[in-house]
């Protein structure tokens, strides 16, 4: 049981003098609340393993410190740590039964043989595992392999988080549903931090009270779901989050409104000190412009195709070099191909250099 | 269902017939034909049934005295240099580098004992334990070892022995390396974490991962010792007296020195059998290995 924090960590795999762009993990300074659901979201090579290996001490960082509970562990092993980590492909240790599985952490730390006996039913019954104790951990299938390497971090009492490293890769579809809502259950009940790394954003917002989106080595936001959602912080989460993601549009933003290409959109907030050289964009979920039919006043885009998604129809549509996806109504037919396009004021932001701006009120 | 009836198909099939029957029948057939007679040269034989056999089971007769010691020596061996090359060969395994360049120095000079002929390696052996000339010979003896190959039995053993230790542990080695190569990263990970130590993780993770490829450098190095006639010869000549002759050596000594070709056709048949024996024994228990896994892997 413990709070995590990160003091300007960062790692190279090429050594501390690599240039700071060819790090694995920028420097981040960050803190995981004690007894937190958190998710470490992101594309492939995005770093996010690197911060897990590196909390859990399987690497060492090149600079900065880990705290648990406000004690630098930076320099501690792994086995020192109490830390319990779930991997992409289940490990099992294939000659042992599924109790002696359970048992091995302890037993590795001379734990009495009573006390390893007590905890391993216990963590047996919590995971279902009961009445497998004593048969061989190979013949098992994949997602209860999954449960014995989890179970094999929670028999230890000390443990102060435990990580998932895209724990769902090898399950089943229609498993996976099970084995995520038996982590929130055990999350709820057990108390502990956890950390899931995934690069699937459903599994990340339906598990994780707050989701950690990482980006070419750098953490860009970590907030709620919900947060994620309506004020992404970096263009990048926009469109990586939400299906489809954000529309970025280049923009010029003076005051409440901003110019794209002839047409001007109203804005909510007023930005007056936008950065100056700085790329400027707007940002706009697909489910905060609609499509309606051509009207002056109205900036008007070229319809490509509509995407009917059952519940919701998106048009997909160009304006100029731009694409962009928006909200189509029911009924909402484009004969020509020509299409006029609403915002809704207060949910289009602006971004410079791709990170969000707040307006004034 | 009616098949067509076309005798030509018989035609396809003669030349692997006629293959077969020169490459492998007929010479076992001539074997098993000189095995129940005998032959005082001159091509006259003389027929004897099963008589050979019956000898060759009774130690009290020279044929069968000769055929069990020297098949129990032949064990014996085995059974040591198995011992000796399985575990060196895994710690050879264990201790080798993960990566860079000195993996590849290793695997070469591992394989360099595997590329040297056999008479070859004899060859090398019989020089270095020379007391007069060889390099081992000579300094064994120089700092007072009383070496002597030639005339010691339990020198010569221990050359044979420590000669085909030379030659056949890199086998086990490479084998061993291979095995232990495809073992995920995120075991000895997980092991890390688990709080394992350095023999728990041999225990738990690398040798039940490397037991297949170990049944294979088992078979395969006992099959190979068991068989063994080259170096011994070229070295010991399966002296001194009779303590290096092997089952091959001796074997050879009554085919080609005394032209017993109905003993040695009867010897040659048991040995045979008893290599197949073995053969299907190692066979059978690999097989069910794998059989066991197979859920494991259909899972994964």
């Known amino acids: 049981m413990a709070r995590i924090d990160l003091v300007d960590l960062a790692h190279s795999y090429g050594g501390n003098d690599a240039p700071q762009d060819s790090f694995a993990l920028k420097p981040v300074t960050m803190t995981w609340r004690q007894g937190g659901a958190y998710a470490l979201l992101g594309p492939s090579g995005c770093g996010k393993t690197t911060l897990l290996n590196v909390i859990s001490g399987i690497i060492t960082p090149s600079r900065g410190k880990i705290l648990f509970d406000g004690e630098d562990i930076t320099p501690l092993s792994t086995q020192k740590r109490n830390i319990a980590q779930v991997f992409q492909f289940p490990v099992i240790y294939d000659t042992m039964t599924v109790g002696q599985n359970l048992a091995f952490p302890l037993k590795n730390r001379g734990v009495p043989k009573a006390e390893i006996d007590k905890r391993v039913a216990e963590i047996g019954r919590l995971l279902d595992l009961e009445p497998y104790l004593n048969r061989k951990a190979t013949r098992l299938t994949a997602d209860a392999k999954q449960k014995i390497s989890l179970g094999r971090g929670l028999v230890r009492s000390d443990v102060a988080a435990v990580l998932f490293d895209e724990p769902l890769t090898v399950i089943d579809p229609e498993l996976k549903w099970q084995l995520r809502s038996k982590l929130k259950a055990l999350h709820r009940e057990l108390d502990l931090t956890m950390i899931y790394v995934t690069h699937d954003q459903t599994e990340a917002l339906t598990f994780a009270d707050t989701v950690v989106v990482m980006h070419d080595g750098r953490v860009v936001q970590s907030g709620t779901p919900a947060e994620l959602f309506d004020k992404p912080a970096h263009t990048f989460v926009g469109y990586f989050i939400g299906s489809p993601g954000m529309n970025i549009i280049p923009a010029e933003v003076r005051g409440r409104e901003a110019k794209v290409g002839d047409h001007v959109i109203a804005l909510n907030r007023s930005y007056d000190k936008l950065p100056d050289g700085a790329k400027i964009e707007i940002g706009v979920r697909p489910e905060f412009v609609e499509v309606v039919a051509p009207a002056p006043g109205l900036l008007s885009a070229k319809i490509e195709r509509v995407d009917d998604l059952g519940r919701i129809r998106f048009a997909r549509a160009r304006l100029g070099d731009a694409k962009l996806a928006a909200r189509a109504p029911a009924g909402f037919t484009s004969p020509d191909g020509t299409a006029g396009l609403k915002f809704d004021p207060s949910h289009v932001h602006v971004y410079a250099d791709s990170l969000l701006v707040e307006g004034a009120a | ?300």
């Open chain 2, 1 to 300: 269902m009616d098949k067509t009836v076309n005798q030509k198909a018989w035609f396809l099939v003669l030349p692997v017939f006629l293959v077969v029957a020169f490459s492998a029948v007929l010479p076992l057939m001539t074997v098993v034909n000189y095995s129940m007679q005998d032959t005082f040269g001159n091509n006259q034989f003389f027929w004897n049934g099963v008589g050979w056999f019956k000898e060759l089971l009774d130690p009290s007769t020279d044929l069968g005295g000769r055929f069990l010691a020297s098949l129990g020596r032949n064990l014996f061996f085995s059974l040591v240099i198995l011992a000796i090359e399985v575990p060196l060969g895994i710690v050879v395994a264990l201790s080798m580098p993960r990566q860079g360049w000195t993996v590849a120095a290793c695997l070469v000079i591992l394989a360099l004992p595997l590329l040297i002929p056999w008479n070859v390696v004899g060859t090398i052996w019989q020089i270095f334990g020379r007391p007069d000339i060889g390099l081992l010979g000579y300094v064994l003896n120089h700092i007072g070892i009383d070496y002597n190959y030639v005339s010691n039995e339990i020198d010569a053993w221990v050359t044979v022995i420590v000669m085909d230790v030379w030659h056949w542990t890199s086998l086990v080695a490479l084998l061993c390396y291979a095995g232990l190569k495809s073992i995920p990263e995120a075991y000895y990970q997980a092991a890390q974490i688990d709080g394992a130590s350095r023999w728990a993780v041999f225990k738990a993770i690398q040798l039940p991962k490397m037991n297949r490829v170990l049944l294979i450098a088992v078979l395969l190095r006992f099959m190979d010792s068991f068989m063994i006639y080259t170096e011994p010869f070229v070295v010991t000549g399966g002296g001194p007296g009779n303590s290096t002759t092997f089952v091959s050596i001796e074997l050879v000594k009554i085919a080609l020195g005394q032209f017993d070709l109905g003993k040695a056709a009867a010897l040659s048949l048991v040995y045979n059998l008893i290599i197949l024996i073995v053969c299907w024994i190692f066979y059978t228990v690999m097989t069910n290995a794998s059989a066991e896994r197979k859920p494991q892997e259909g899972a994964a």
